[in-house]
């Protein structure tokens, strides 16, 4: 049932001074863009009249054919807190359409809503609670990022080593106020590491939430003096920063991954969508972990994961099964770091776990021993398969895979492969520090 009507909208901001409005969108890298209005064009944007220019958008359209539409989510409307109480702003999360009104095949929420209805046929909804991790940096005389942390706190450490708590605290009241439901908040394990958890929902509200969480936890940390990243490895020799996405699916209203019989309380369905996963995770893993710097994370000894198994207590394996049960019953997938687009993420994510469902299949046996541990040997004669190890290895997994191109979309998919190709040919011919001091002397 929706929240707000067009009418409920222009009286919120009568009635609140809302001056600007921010018509909200995500591109296909994840980045967050707007086109921001007044409220004297508010009626003009509510009526889906709002056009941009969709060729200055990365992987959105070519030049002759720019002209885009942009479509308000009307229950999405918020006001920003920390924004000028005189001219407040407010913002619109939009759907973008092309100009004869059929939704835009490259719009990144669109491509969520798709997978989506493929559940839906099925009979299922997926719920999704996310883990988003972040670094808070110093900067500089020029109010530009350092990677100096500010504190030199750890796990669940408190002020005064934790000197995040202050901004923490800020971001926490922040997103209180715009409608989260915020369960923890806390330091993590590396200095300068932080962490806040919101509350689940379905997946594309929830996807909606980490863009503007991401939002959120920026525009506070810069009034704190501050820089908040995403990046998922911005410091060697300490953890890099993941987003482990917890995900369900309902099935006439009961979680559809619950048997209470079975020895470990999983359903068929929960082993069928694990193996899903499973199959498909190489093969989508540019999407869920994007970046040349993603990779620098996922390596043994810092807690990422990168073996591909299941298990319902081992923290080493790539998908865990937490112990709550009953309507808490979720499946975990401990890879995803916070620089991808959430929208993509999961999209993929849910079709590879509605593949297991379609085929029937089967999860290898589950792994409680330390992965970490084992040798090479011992990995390779328990059939475990390692995560690709580089943007490159990502790319060409995907290349491969046919559920990415399902999921994505042709649009995307080509775009996305092509994005990313060019990101990985412009660092491996970079020079980079590494190599000038391991090199230079030495030849």
């Known amino acids: 049932m929706a ?121 299922y909804t997926m719920n999704v609670g996310p883990e988003c991790e972040f670094f808070l940096f110093e900067t500089d005389e020029n109010g ?84 908040a990243s995403f990046m998922p490895k911005p410091i060697f020799g300490i953890n890099g920063s993941g987003m482990h996405v917890n995900m369900s699916l309902y099935k006439d209203g009961k979680n559809a991954f619950v048997d209470e019989n079975d020895k470990n309380g999983l359903s068929d369905v929960a082993y069928k969508f694990i193996a899903g996963l499973l199959k498909h995770v190489k093969g989508v893993a540019a999407v869920t972990n994007p970046l040349v710097n993603s990779y620098k994370r996922l390596v043994p000894g810092y807690e990422a994961p990168v073996y591909l198994a299941w298990s319902c207590k081992n923290r080493t394996a790539l998908i865990r099964v937490p112990a709550a049960r009953g309507a808490g019953t979720r499946v975990e997938l401990r890879c995803p770091d916070p620089s991808a687009n959430p929208y993509l993420v999961l999209s993929v994510l849910l079709q590879a776990g509605l593949d297991g469902i379609k085929n029937n299949l089967t999860p290898p046996a589950e792994v409680e021993a330390n992965i970490f ?43 996305y492969l092509s994005g990313k190709a060019a990101e990985w040919d412009d660092y491996r011919t970079k020079v980079h520090d590494w190599e000038i001091e391991n090199y230079l002397n030495r030849y």
């Not at 004869?100 to 099925?122: H, S």
């Not at 060409?396 to 775009?415: C, I, P, R, T, W």
């Open 3 to 123: 929240k707000y009507t067009k009418e409920d909208i222009i009286n919120l901001v009568k009635e609140n001074g809302v001056k600007f409005i921010r018509l909200q969108f995500t591109d296909i890298f994840g980045t967050l863009k707007n086109v921001a209005i007044t409220d004297k064009q508010l009626e003009k944007a509510l009526n889906n009249e709002c056009m941009f220019d969709g060729s200055s958008i990365d992987g959105f359209v070519r030049i002759e054919e720019s002209d885009m539409n942009l479509r308000p989510n009307l229950d999405s409307f918020v006001i920003f807190p920390w924004r000028p109480q005189q001219g407040k702003v407010a913002r619109l999360i939009c759907d973008v359409y092309n100009p004869d009104g059929t939704p835009f095949e490259g719009d990144p929420r669109y491509v969520l809503k798709r997978a989506i209805k493929d559940a839906a046929e099925l009979g």
């Open 373 to 415: 541990a084992m040798t090479e040997d011992e990995r390779r004669t328990n059939g475990i398969d390692n995560l690709p190890n580089n943007l490159y290895e990502a790319v060409q997994f995907m290349k491969d895979s046919e559920l990415a191109k399902v999921a994505l979309g042709d649009h995307v998919y080509e775009n």
């Open 144 to 227: 530009n990022p350092t990677t100096n942390t500010q504190d030199k706190g750890g796990y669940f450490d408190l002020a005064p080593t934790d000197l995040g708590e202050n901004a923490r605290r800020d971001m926490t009241l922040a997103l209180e106020d715009m409608g989260f439901e915020i369960e923890a908040s806390h330091h993590e394990v590396a200095e300068g590491q932080n962490e806040i958890d919101f509350k689940y929902g379905d997946a594309l509200t929830t996807a909606d939430n980490i863009m503007t969480f991401k939002l959120v936890v920026k525009s506070i940390a810069q009034r704190h003096g501050l820089h």
